[in-house]
Protein backbone atom coordinates (compact mmCIF):
# COMPACT_ATOMS: atom_id res chain seq x y z
CA UNK A 1 0.00 0.00 0.00
CA UNK A 2 1.39 3.57 -0.90
CA UNK A 3 2.67 5.64 1.92
CA UNK A 4 0.39 8.17 1.51
CA UNK A 5 -2.48 5.90 2.33
CA UNK A 6 -1.01 4.28 5.43
CA UNK A 7 -0.89 8.33 6.58
CA UNK A 8 -4.32 8.92 5.53
CA UNK A 9 -5.77 5.51 7.36
CA UNK A 10 -4.17 6.85 10.67
CA UNK A 11 -5.90 10.62 10.66
CA UNK A 12 -9.00 8.46 10.25
CA UNK A 13 -8.35 5.93 12.77
CA UNK A 14 -6.83 8.76 15.04
CA UNK A 15 -9.19 10.94 14.85
CA UNK A 16 -12.00 8.57 16.02
CA UNK A 17 -9.91 6.86 18.66
CA UNK A 18 -9.43 10.13 20.29
CA UNK A 19 -12.80 11.82 20.28
CA UNK A 20 -12.35 13.89 17.10
CA UNK A 21 -14.57 12.80 14.48
CA UNK A 22 -17.14 10.15 14.14
CA UNK A 23 -18.78 8.41 11.15
CA UNK A 24 -22.81 9.83 11.20
CA UNK A 25 -25.13 7.57 12.61
CA UNK A 26 -22.63 4.63 12.87
CA UNK A 27 -24.75 2.18 14.57
CA UNK A 28 -26.56 2.28 11.73
CA UNK A 29 -23.56 1.68 9.40
CA UNK A 30 -23.14 5.49 8.93
CA UNK A 31 -24.18 8.17 6.33
CA UNK A 32 -22.07 8.12 3.26
CA UNK A 33 -19.52 11.35 3.45
CA UNK A 34 -22.06 12.50 6.57
CA UNK A 35 -20.03 12.65 10.09
CA UNK A 36 -20.38 13.69 13.21
CA UNK A 37 -17.71 15.86 15.34
CA UNK A 38 -17.23 14.31 18.70
CA UNK A 39 -16.30 16.31 22.02
CA UNK A 40 -12.82 16.85 21.16
CA UNK A 41 -13.68 17.46 17.53
CA UNK A 42 -16.22 20.13 18.11
CA UNK A 43 -13.47 21.65 20.42
CA UNK A 44 -10.97 21.99 17.93
CA UNK A 45 -13.45 23.26 15.65
CA UNK A 46 -15.12 25.61 17.63
CA UNK A 47 -11.05 27.39 18.05
CA UNK A 48 -10.54 27.31 14.53
CA UNK A 49 -13.60 29.23 13.84
CA UNK A 50 -13.15 31.19 16.55
CA UNK A 51 -9.87 32.34 15.01
CA UNK A 52 -11.45 32.86 11.55
CA UNK A 53 -14.67 35.13 13.15
CA UNK A 54 -11.77 37.16 14.90
CA UNK A 55 -9.42 38.11 12.48
CA UNK A 56 -12.40 38.83 10.04
CA UNK A 57 -14.31 40.85 12.70
CA UNK A 58 -12.20 41.81 15.02
CA UNK A 59 -9.16 42.52 13.36
CA UNK A 60 -10.91 44.47 10.41
CA UNK A 61 -12.70 47.51 11.59
CA UNK A 62 -15.13 47.13 8.49
CA UNK A 63 -15.86 43.71 8.45
CA UNK A 64 -19.17 42.81 10.40
CA UNK A 65 -20.33 38.65 10.83
CA UNK A 66 -24.19 37.82 10.39
CA UNK A 67 -25.73 34.16 11.03
CA UNK A 68 -28.15 33.81 7.85
CA UNK A 69 -30.63 30.97 8.15
CA UNK A 70 -30.42 27.32 5.67
CA UNK A 71 -33.18 28.14 4.17
CA UNK A 72 -33.97 30.24 1.67
CA UNK A 73 -36.51 31.74 -0.43
CA UNK A 74 -36.04 29.30 -3.54
CA UNK A 75 -35.89 32.59 -6.45
CA UNK A 76 -32.68 32.96 -4.74
CA UNK A 77 -31.29 30.20 -6.06
CA UNK A 78 -33.00 30.75 -9.65
CA UNK A 79 -30.92 34.58 -9.43
CA UNK A 80 -27.78 32.74 -8.40
CA UNK A 81 -27.47 30.60 -11.04
CA UNK A 82 -27.17 27.44 -8.95
CA UNK A 83 -30.85 25.93 -10.55
CA UNK A 84 -29.47 25.77 -13.99
CA UNK A 85 -25.49 25.15 -13.18
CA UNK A 86 -24.58 23.74 -10.15
CA UNK A 87 -24.06 20.29 -11.64
CA UNK A 88 -21.79 17.58 -11.68
CA UNK A 89 -21.07 16.04 -14.94
CA UNK A 90 -21.80 11.83 -13.93
CA UNK A 91 -21.03 8.53 -15.86
CA UNK A 92 -22.42 4.86 -14.67
CA UNK A 93 -20.11 2.44 -15.55
CA UNK A 94 -22.64 -0.59 -16.75
CA UNK A 95 -20.70 -3.44 -15.09
CA UNK A 96 -19.54 -2.84 -11.96
CA UNK A 97 -22.60 -0.19 -11.39
CA UNK A 98 -21.01 2.80 -9.59
CA UNK A 99 -21.06 5.94 -10.60
CA UNK A 100 -18.10 8.51 -11.15
CA UNK A 101 -18.09 12.48 -11.69
CA UNK A 102 -16.63 12.26 -15.54
CA UNK A 103 -14.54 15.63 -14.83
CA UNK A 104 -12.51 14.03 -12.25
CA UNK A 105 -11.61 10.46 -14.37
CA UNK A 106 -9.92 12.37 -17.10
CA UNK A 107 -8.47 14.95 -13.93
CA UNK A 108 -7.05 11.44 -11.95
CA UNK A 109 -5.98 10.91 -15.88
CA UNK A 110 -3.70 13.66 -15.92
CA UNK A 111 -2.56 13.34 -11.85
CA UNK A 112 -0.74 10.40 -12.92
CA UNK A 113 0.86 11.70 -16.18
CA UNK A 114 1.93 14.24 -13.57
CA UNK A 115 3.17 11.76 -11.59
CA UNK A 116 5.35 10.35 -14.04
CA UNK A 117 6.53 14.09 -14.87
CA UNK A 118 7.55 14.67 -11.25
CA UNK A 119 9.25 11.40 -11.32
CA UNK A 120 11.53 12.40 -13.61
CA UNK A 121 12.18 15.69 -11.72
CA UNK A 122 13.29 14.00 -8.65
CA UNK A 123 15.42 11.57 -10.23
CA UNK A 124 17.64 14.09 -11.82
CA UNK A 125 16.97 16.30 -8.82
CA UNK A 126 19.22 13.57 -6.98
CA UNK A 127 21.27 12.70 -10.13
CA UNK A 128 22.69 16.72 -10.24
CA UNK A 129 22.15 17.31 -6.53
CA UNK A 130 23.14 21.28 -5.60
CA UNK A 131 23.73 21.90 -9.12
CA UNK A 132 20.46 21.10 -9.86
CA UNK A 133 17.86 24.05 -11.51
CA UNK A 134 13.97 22.74 -11.47
CA UNK A 135 12.84 25.11 -13.43
CA UNK A 136 15.68 24.83 -16.23
CA UNK A 137 14.92 21.42 -16.40
CA UNK A 138 11.11 21.94 -16.65
CA UNK A 139 10.97 23.99 -19.08
CA UNK A 140 13.73 21.80 -21.42
CA UNK A 141 13.56 18.12 -20.73
CA UNK A 142 12.06 16.40 -23.01
CA UNK A 143 9.97 14.04 -20.78
CA UNK A 144 8.83 16.39 -18.63
CA UNK A 145 7.96 18.59 -21.26
CA UNK A 146 6.07 16.13 -23.37
CA UNK A 147 4.42 14.92 -20.12
CA UNK A 148 3.18 18.24 -19.19
CA UNK A 149 2.05 18.82 -23.09
CA UNK A 150 -0.05 15.96 -22.75
CA UNK A 151 -1.57 17.30 -19.59
CA UNK A 152 -2.43 20.50 -21.07
CA UNK A 153 -4.45 19.24 -24.73
CA UNK A 154 -6.41 16.86 -22.31
CA UNK A 155 -7.42 19.41 -19.53
CA UNK A 156 -8.48 21.89 -22.46
CA UNK A 157 -10.47 19.75 -24.14
CA UNK A 158 -12.10 19.07 -21.37
CA UNK A 159 -13.04 22.61 -20.37
CA UNK A 160 -13.85 23.26 -23.64
CA UNK A 161 -16.32 20.33 -24.03
CA UNK A 162 -17.71 21.06 -20.17
CA UNK A 163 -18.17 25.19 -21.18
CA UNK A 164 -20.30 23.89 -24.04
CA UNK A 165 -22.09 21.43 -22.56
CA UNK A 166 -20.66 19.12 -24.76
CA UNK A 167 -21.09 15.71 -22.53
CA UNK A 168 -20.82 13.52 -26.19
CA UNK A 169 -17.56 15.03 -26.20
CA UNK A 170 -16.54 13.97 -22.29
CA UNK A 171 -17.56 10.29 -23.05
CA UNK A 172 -15.47 10.83 -26.16
CA UNK A 173 -12.47 11.95 -24.33
CA UNK A 174 -13.04 9.19 -21.53
CA UNK A 175 -13.01 6.60 -24.19
CA UNK A 176 -10.09 7.26 -26.39
CA UNK A 177 -8.03 7.84 -23.29
CA UNK A 178 -9.56 4.42 -22.68
CA UNK A 179 -10.19 5.12 -18.93
CA UNK A 180 -11.02 2.55 -16.84
CA UNK A 181 -13.21 2.39 -13.47
CA UNK A 182 -10.44 2.10 -10.95
CA UNK A 183 -11.69 -0.82 -9.13
CA UNK A 184 -12.93 -2.76 -11.24
CA UNK A 185 -10.93 -2.27 -14.62
CA UNK A 186 -13.93 -2.14 -17.00
CA UNK A 187 -14.41 0.38 -19.75
CA UNK A 188 -17.99 -0.13 -20.54
CA UNK A 189 -19.36 2.97 -19.55
CA UNK A 190 -22.71 5.39 -19.97
CA UNK A 191 -23.34 8.25 -21.45
CA UNK A 192 -22.41 11.23 -19.47
CA UNK A 193 -25.22 13.33 -17.83
CA UNK A 194 -25.35 16.47 -15.61
CA UNK A 195 -27.03 16.03 -11.98
CA UNK A 196 -28.29 18.97 -9.48
CA UNK A 197 -25.84 19.13 -6.40
CA UNK A 198 -28.50 20.86 -4.28
CA UNK A 199 -30.45 18.84 -1.86
CA UNK A 200 -34.53 19.40 -2.12
CA UNK A 201 -36.88 19.72 0.77
CA UNK A 202 -40.44 21.32 1.35
CA UNK A 203 -42.18 23.85 3.34
CA UNK A 204 -45.15 23.49 4.78
CA UNK A 205 -47.38 20.51 5.80
CA UNK A 206 -49.62 19.60 3.22
CA UNK A 207 -48.57 17.82 -0.13
CA UNK A 208 -50.56 20.27 -2.38
CA UNK A 209 -49.52 23.74 -1.39
CA UNK A 210 -45.40 22.91 0.10
CA UNK A 211 -42.87 24.65 -1.40
CA UNK A 212 -40.11 23.36 -2.64
CA UNK A 213 -36.45 24.83 -1.22
CA UNK A 214 -33.12 23.77 -0.96
CA UNK A 215 -30.81 23.50 1.78
CA UNK A 216 -28.42 26.26 0.52
CA UNK A 217 -25.05 24.87 -1.10
CA UNK A 218 -22.97 27.57 -0.57
CA UNK A 219 -23.43 30.15 2.67
CA UNK A 220 -22.55 33.47 0.72
CA UNK A 221 -26.13 34.12 -0.95
CA UNK A 222 -27.36 34.36 3.02
CA UNK A 223 -24.63 37.96 3.03
CA UNK A 224 -26.06 38.91 -0.99
CA UNK A 225 -29.85 39.01 0.34
CA UNK A 226 -28.74 40.83 3.42
CA UNK A 227 -26.32 43.68 1.82
CA UNK A 228 -28.25 46.88 2.17
CA UNK A 229 -29.64 45.41 5.56
CA UNK A 230 -26.33 45.28 6.98
CA UNK A 231 -24.41 47.95 4.99
CA UNK A 232 -27.50 50.16 6.52
CA UNK A 233 -27.55 49.10 9.57
CA UNK A 234 -23.85 49.59 10.33
CA UNK A 235 -23.21 52.10 8.65
CA UNK A 236 -20.30 51.05 7.07
CA UNK A 237 -19.12 53.14 3.55
CA UNK A 238 -17.99 51.17 0.85
CA UNK A 239 -15.35 49.07 1.24
CA UNK A 240 -17.03 46.95 3.54
CA UNK A 241 -17.43 43.28 4.14
CA UNK A 242 -19.36 41.06 5.77
CA UNK A 243 -18.43 37.37 7.39
CA UNK A 244 -20.20 34.45 8.29
CA UNK A 245 -20.06 31.05 9.47
CA UNK A 246 -22.38 28.13 9.05
CA UNK A 247 -23.18 24.80 7.52
CA UNK A 248 -23.89 24.27 3.68
CA UNK A 249 -25.09 20.99 1.54
CA UNK A 250 -24.21 19.33 -1.82
CA UNK A 251 -25.28 15.72 -2.91
CA UNK A 252 -21.88 15.48 -3.77
CA UNK A 253 -21.57 12.51 -5.91
CA UNK A 254 -17.73 11.29 -5.47
CA UNK A 255 -17.78 12.16 -1.69
CA UNK A 256 -14.85 10.28 -0.64
CA UNK A 257 -11.28 11.10 1.42
CA UNK A 258 -13.06 11.70 4.88
CA UNK A 259 -13.98 15.03 5.57
CA UNK A 260 -12.53 16.82 2.34
CA UNK A 261 -15.58 16.41 0.35
CA UNK A 262 -19.00 16.01 2.68
CA UNK A 263 -22.66 16.02 1.71
CA UNK A 264 -22.96 18.66 4.75
CA UNK A 265 -19.82 20.60 5.71
CA UNK A 266 -19.37 24.15 7.22
CA UNK A 267 -18.01 27.07 5.50
CA UNK A 268 -16.03 30.19 6.29
CA UNK A 269 -16.89 33.17 3.87
CA UNK A 270 -16.53 36.80 3.72
CA UNK A 271 -17.95 38.68 0.51
CA UNK A 272 -16.34 42.38 0.41
CA UNK A 273 -18.17 45.26 -1.22
CA UNK A 274 -16.20 47.47 -3.28
CA UNK A 275 -16.53 50.05 -5.91
CA UNK A 276 -16.79 48.83 -9.11
CA UNK A 277 -13.46 49.27 -11.04
CA UNK A 278 -11.21 48.55 -7.57
CA UNK A 279 -12.15 45.10 -7.38
CA UNK A 280 -8.61 43.66 -8.64
CA UNK A 281 -6.94 45.45 -6.92
CA UNK A 282 -8.66 44.40 -3.34
CA UNK A 283 -8.70 40.57 -4.69
CA UNK A 284 -4.52 40.52 -5.13
CA UNK A 285 -4.62 42.10 -1.21
CA UNK A 286 -7.46 39.35 0.21
CA UNK A 287 -5.42 36.33 -1.99
CA UNK A 288 -2.16 37.69 0.52
CA UNK A 289 -3.80 38.22 3.57
CA UNK A 290 -5.66 35.11 3.30
CA UNK A 291 -2.77 33.36 2.82
CA UNK A 292 -1.31 34.93 5.60
CA UNK A 293 -3.42 33.80 7.97
CA UNK A 294 -2.84 30.44 6.90
CA UNK A 295 0.68 30.73 7.34
CA UNK A 296 0.53 32.29 10.71
CA UNK A 297 -0.84 28.75 12.26
CA UNK A 298 2.81 27.62 11.28
CA UNK A 299 1.71 24.34 9.80
CA UNK A 300 4.80 25.28 7.09
CA UNK A 301 4.88 27.55 4.20
CA UNK A 302 5.76 24.40 1.75
CA UNK A 303 2.34 22.98 2.65
CA UNK A 304 0.52 25.88 0.46
CA UNK A 305 0.25 27.25 -2.86
CA UNK A 306 -1.91 29.12 -5.00
CA UNK A 307 -4.05 28.02 -8.16
CA UNK A 308 -4.99 30.84 -10.18
CA UNK A 309 -7.72 29.83 -12.48
CA UNK A 310 -7.46 30.20 -16.07
CA UNK A 311 -11.03 29.18 -16.97
CA UNK A 312 -12.98 31.68 -15.25
CA UNK A 313 -16.96 30.79 -13.66
CA UNK A 314 -19.26 33.07 -15.81
CA UNK A 315 -19.77 35.69 -12.61
CA UNK A 316 -16.07 36.11 -12.07
CA UNK A 317 -13.29 38.10 -13.36
CA UNK A 318 -10.09 36.41 -11.07
CA UNK A 319 -10.21 33.60 -8.91
CA UNK A 320 -7.31 31.62 -7.28
CA UNK A 321 -7.50 28.71 -4.93
CA UNK A 322 -5.36 28.02 -2.06
CA UNK A 323 -4.06 24.53 -2.34
CA UNK A 324 -2.57 22.79 0.79
CA UNK A 325 -0.69 19.43 0.96
CA UNK A 326 -3.29 16.93 2.17
CA UNK A 327 -2.47 13.45 2.80
CA UNK A 328 -3.38 12.51 -0.38
CA UNK A 329 -2.11 15.56 -2.36
CA UNK A 330 -2.46 18.87 -3.21
CA UNK A 331 -5.90 20.19 -3.08
CA UNK A 332 -8.10 22.96 -2.62
CA UNK A 333 -8.51 24.17 0.88
CA UNK A 334 -9.72 27.75 -0.02
CA UNK A 335 -11.18 29.93 -2.71
CA UNK A 336 -10.88 33.52 -3.59
CA UNK A 337 -13.21 35.52 -5.86
CA UNK A 338 -13.52 38.58 -7.50
CA UNK A 339 -17.45 37.91 -8.18
CA UNK A 340 -17.74 41.17 -10.06
CA UNK A 341 -21.66 42.41 -9.72
CA UNK A 342 -23.06 39.19 -10.75
CA UNK A 343 -24.66 38.40 -7.86
CA UNK A 344 -25.98 41.48 -6.44
CA UNK A 345 -27.13 42.46 -9.60
CA UNK A 346 -29.15 39.02 -10.53
CA UNK A 347 -30.81 39.46 -7.08
CA UNK A 348 -31.75 42.82 -7.98
CA UNK A 349 -33.20 41.64 -11.28
CA UNK A 350 -34.90 38.62 -9.75
CA UNK A 351 -36.88 40.36 -6.72
CA UNK A 352 -37.55 43.55 -8.81
CA UNK A 353 -35.14 45.63 -5.05
CA UNK A 354 -32.80 48.21 -5.60
CA UNK A 355 -29.43 46.55 -4.00
CA UNK A 356 -27.53 49.66 -4.75
CA UNK A 357 -25.14 52.10 -2.60
CA UNK A 358 -24.83 55.92 -2.91
CA UNK A 359 -21.14 56.59 -3.08
CA UNK A 360 -20.72 60.33 -2.04
CA UNK A 361 -17.20 60.42 -3.38
CA UNK A 362 -18.35 59.46 -6.56
CA UNK A 363 -21.83 61.34 -6.17
CA UNK A 364 -23.56 57.91 -8.25
CA UNK A 365 -25.83 54.81 -7.01
CA UNK A 366 -24.03 51.88 -8.03
CA UNK A 367 -24.51 47.83 -7.91
CA UNK A 368 -21.15 47.11 -5.86
CA UNK A 369 -18.57 44.70 -6.41
CA UNK A 370 -17.78 41.42 -4.44
CA UNK A 371 -14.91 39.82 -3.63
CA UNK A 372 -15.25 36.58 -2.25
CA UNK A 373 -12.86 34.50 0.36
CA UNK A 374 -14.80 31.40 0.86
CA UNK A 375 -12.90 28.46 3.21
CA UNK A 376 -14.46 25.20 4.29
CA UNK A 377 -14.09 24.84 8.01
CA UNK A 378 -14.20 21.13 7.46
CA UNK A 379 -10.95 21.31 5.29
CA UNK A 380 -9.17 23.41 7.28
CA UNK A 381 -10.26 20.97 10.37
CA UNK A 382 -8.30 18.32 7.70
CA UNK A 383 -5.30 20.54 6.76
CA UNK A 384 -4.68 21.40 10.32
CA UNK A 385 -5.52 17.97 12.28
CA UNK A 386 -3.64 15.84 9.60
CA UNK A 387 -0.59 18.02 9.29
CA UNK A 388 -0.24 18.01 13.33
CA UNK A 389 0.07 14.14 13.72
CA UNK A 390 3.01 12.72 13.86
CA UNK A 391 4.46 9.40 15.10
CA UNK A 392 7.88 10.49 17.15
CA UNK A 393 10.96 7.96 17.96
CA UNK A 394 12.63 9.25 20.97
CA UNK A 395 15.89 9.71 22.40
CA UNK A 396 15.39 6.17 24.62
CA UNK A 397 14.17 4.16 21.40
CA UNK A 398 10.78 4.65 22.38
CA UNK A 399 7.72 6.17 19.85
CA UNK A 400 4.58 8.33 20.95
CA UNK A 401 2.20 9.64 18.76
CA UNK A 402 1.92 13.32 19.28
CA UNK A 403 -1.07 15.94 18.37
CA UNK A 404 1.12 18.70 17.64
CA UNK A 405 -1.89 21.75 17.22
CA UNK A 406 -1.30 24.96 17.43
CA UNK A 407 -2.17 25.75 21.11
CA UNK A 408 -4.50 28.16 20.23
CA UNK A 409 -6.76 25.56 18.94
CA UNK A 410 -5.87 22.99 21.09
CA UNK A 411 -8.73 21.06 22.23
CA UNK A 412 -7.94 20.98 25.49
CA UNK A 413 -5.18 23.56 27.11
CA UNK A 414 -3.67 21.87 30.05
CA UNK A 415 -4.43 18.32 31.86
CA UNK A 416 -4.41 18.33 35.75
CA UNK A 417 -2.99 15.01 36.60
CA UNK A 418 -2.37 13.79 40.42
CA UNK A 419 0.62 11.60 40.55
CA UNK A 420 -1.68 9.37 43.05
CA UNK A 421 -4.87 10.10 44.58
CA UNK A 422 -4.23 9.56 48.32
CA UNK A 423 -2.39 11.69 50.42
CA UNK A 424 -4.83 14.71 49.44
CA UNK A 425 -2.86 14.81 46.20
CA UNK A 426 -6.00 13.94 44.51
CA UNK A 427 -7.91 17.01 46.67
CA UNK A 428 -4.88 19.33 45.68
CA UNK A 429 -5.19 18.73 41.46
CA UNK A 430 -9.08 19.29 41.86
CA UNK A 431 -8.54 22.75 43.74
CA UNK A 432 -6.40 23.44 40.88
CA UNK A 433 -8.59 22.62 38.40
CA UNK A 434 -11.46 24.62 39.96
CA UNK A 435 -9.20 27.67 40.03
CA UNK A 436 -8.31 27.25 36.18
CA UNK A 437 -11.32 26.37 34.86
CA UNK A 438 -12.70 29.49 34.12
CA UNK A 439 -10.11 30.54 31.66
CA UNK A 440 -9.48 27.30 30.23
CA UNK A 441 -10.95 24.09 29.12
CA UNK A 442 -8.96 21.37 31.15
CA UNK A 443 -9.04 17.67 31.68
CA UNK A 444 -8.75 15.91 35.50
CA UNK A 445 -7.15 12.72 35.37
CA UNK A 446 -6.04 10.18 37.96
CA UNK A 447 -6.41 6.87 36.33
CA UNK A 448 -3.13 5.11 34.79
CA UNK A 449 0.51 5.86 35.36
CA UNK A 450 1.74 9.35 34.74
CA UNK A 451 3.54 7.63 31.56
CA UNK A 452 0.53 6.67 30.01
CA UNK A 453 -1.64 9.90 31.19
CA UNK A 454 1.51 12.09 29.57
CA UNK A 455 1.10 9.48 25.79
CA UNK A 456 -2.70 9.90 25.77
CA UNK A 457 -2.35 14.13 26.09
CA UNK A 458 0.27 14.05 23.89
CA UNK A 459 -2.17 12.28 21.22
CA UNK A 460 -4.62 14.71 22.00
CA UNK A 461 -3.03 17.69 21.28
CA UNK A 462 -3.17 18.90 24.84
CA UNK A 463 -0.30 21.38 25.44
CA UNK A 464 0.62 21.25 28.62
CA UNK A 465 0.52 18.96 31.51
CA UNK A 466 0.33 19.33 34.87
CA UNK A 467 1.54 16.86 37.50
CA UNK A 468 0.99 16.97 41.54
CA UNK A 469 2.88 15.21 43.69
CA UNK A 470 3.53 15.43 47.46
CA UNK A 471 5.88 18.30 47.49
CA UNK A 472 2.86 20.12 45.89
CA UNK A 473 1.39 20.13 48.92
CA UNK A 474 4.17 21.95 50.99
CA UNK A 475 5.52 24.02 48.78
CA UNK A 476 2.45 24.88 46.26
CA UNK A 477 4.62 23.94 43.04
CA UNK A 478 3.65 21.54 40.74
CA UNK A 479 5.32 19.54 36.74
CA UNK A 480 4.60 21.43 34.20
CA UNK A 481 5.24 19.07 30.80
CA UNK A 482 5.52 20.76 27.54
CA UNK A 483 3.75 18.40 24.72
CA UNK A 484 6.39 19.81 22.09
CA UNK A 485 9.77 19.58 23.87
CA UNK A 486 8.19 17.11 27.10
CA UNK A 487 10.70 19.16 28.96
CA UNK A 488 9.65 19.51 32.55
CA UNK A 489 10.07 22.05 34.58
CA UNK A 490 8.84 22.92 38.05
CA UNK A 491 6.29 25.77 38.75
CA UNK A 492 4.46 27.75 41.01
CA UNK A 493 0.91 27.17 40.93
CA UNK A 494 0.37 30.93 41.19
CA UNK A 495 1.89 31.15 38.34
CA UNK A 496 -0.08 28.88 36.35
CA UNK A 497 -3.03 30.71 34.61
CA UNK A 498 -0.21 33.18 33.19
CA UNK A 499 1.95 30.35 31.72
CA UNK A 500 -1.09 28.43 30.36
CA UNK A 501 -2.30 31.94 28.88
CA UNK A 502 0.56 33.04 27.49
CA UNK A 503 1.28 30.09 25.41
CA UNK A 504 -2.51 28.93 24.41
CA UNK A 505 -4.40 32.11 23.87
CA UNK A 506 -6.17 33.28 20.73
CA UNK A 507 -4.27 36.67 21.22
CA UNK A 508 -0.84 35.41 20.47
CA UNK A 509 -2.38 33.57 17.34
CA UNK A 510 -4.13 36.71 16.22
CA UNK A 511 -0.91 38.95 16.84
CA UNK A 512 1.30 37.41 14.37
CA UNK A 513 -1.53 38.63 11.69
N1 LIG B 1 -19.20 30.71 -2.26
C1 LIG B 1 -18.18 30.13 -3.05
C2 LIG B 1 -18.10 28.68 -2.93
O1 LIG B 1 -18.94 28.02 -2.32
P1 LIG B 1 -16.60 26.64 -3.56
O2 LIG B 1 -15.24 26.58 -4.18
O3 LIG B 1 -17.68 25.81 -4.16
O4 LIG B 1 -17.00 28.18 -3.54
C3 LIG B 1 -15.63 27.00 -1.17
O5 LIG B 1 -16.46 26.26 -2.03
C4 LIG B 1 -14.90 26.11 -0.20
O6 LIG B 1 -15.84 25.26 0.48
C5 LIG B 1 -13.93 25.14 -0.87
O7 LIG B 1 -12.68 25.75 -1.08
C6 LIG B 1 -13.85 24.02 0.15
O8 LIG B 1 -12.92 24.35 1.16
C7 LIG B 1 -15.25 24.02 0.76
N2 LIG B 1 -16.07 22.93 0.19
C8 LIG B 1 -16.73 22.95 -0.99
N3 LIG B 1 -17.39 21.78 -1.17
C9 LIG B 1 -17.13 21.01 -0.10
C10 LIG B 1 -17.53 19.71 0.32
N4 LIG B 1 -18.35 18.97 -0.40
N5 LIG B 1 -17.06 19.24 1.51
C11 LIG B 1 -16.25 19.99 2.27
N6 LIG B 1 -15.85 21.23 1.94
C12 LIG B 1 -16.29 21.75 0.78
Not at 65 to 85: C, E, R
Not at 137 to 150: A, G, H, L
Not at 348 to 375: A, I, M
Not at 468 to 474: F, G, K, Q, Y
Request: charged content about 30%; overall charge negative.
Amino acid sequence: MAKQEDVFKKVISHAKEYGFIFPSSEIYDGLSAVYDYGQNGAELKNNIKSYWWKAMTQLNENIVGIDSAILMHPTTWKASGHVDAFNDPLIDNKDSKKRFRADVLVEDYCAKIEEKAQKEIEKAAKRFGDAFDKAQFESTNPRVMEYREKQSIILNRLARSLENEDLADVKALIEELEIADPDTGSKNWTEVRQFNLMFGTKLGASADNAMDLYLRPETAQGIFVNFLNVQKTSRHKLPFGIAQIGKAFRNEIVARQFIFRMREFEQMEMQFFVAPGTELGFYEEWKQKRLNWHLALGLGADNYKFHDHEKLAHYANAAADIEFKFPFGFKELEGIHSRTDFDLTAHEKHSGRKLQYFDNERNENYVPYVVETSVGLDRLFLAIFSTALKDEVLEDGSERTVLSLPPALAPVKAAILPLMKKDGLGEYAEKIFNDLKYDFNLIYEEKDSIGKRYRRNDALGTPFCITVDHDSLTDHTVTLRDRDTMQQERVAVADLRSIIDEKTNMRTLLSKL
